[in-house]
């Protein structure tokens, strides 16, 4: 069974930074696109940023120079550098991921999410 864990949420002032990691266990086989989603509240689910397995990457208009998201393939893990945050930046933040479990081909995963507040 696929998992997705993510980590480093938590509550910073307007202008700091975070730093999110997820981490996927469980049986890989492969990994495609690994990224962010977010969601206000009273808001849709957003696109953040994503990344390929070689390394393309993809930002929201909304964060583009202030976040910049990487992976590890040899650890099955992809992170979210978030710099100069904003207020509009709150959110629950989640990993998604398409894997491949089985050799049968990629299915969609989601993380738990971990809650990001800028505030100050």
């Known amino acids: 069974q696929v998992q997705l864990v993510e980590s480093g949420g938590g509550s910073v002032q307007p202008g700091g930074s975070l730093r999110l990691s997820c981490a996927a266990s469980?049986?890989?086989?492969?990994?495609?696109?690994m990224g962010w989603y977010r969601q206000a509240p009273g808001k849709q689910r957003e696109l953040v940023a994503t990344?390929?397995?070689?390394?393309?990457?993809h930002y929201a208009d909304s964060v583009k120079g202030r976040f910049a998201i990487s992976r590890d393939n040899t650890k099955n893990t992809v992170y979210l550098q978030m710099n100069s945050l904003k207020p509009e930046d709150t959110a629950v933040y989640y990993c998604?991921?398409?894997?491949?479990?089985?050799?049968?081909?990629?299915?969609?995963?989601w993380g738990q999410g971990t809650q990001v507040t800028v505030s100050s």
């Open positions: 998604n991921a398409e894997i491949d479990s089985n050799l049968l081909g990629f299915l969609n995963y």
């Open positions: 469980g049986r890989i086989f492969s990994i495609n696109f």
């Open positions: 990344i390929t397995s070689g390394g393309s990457t």
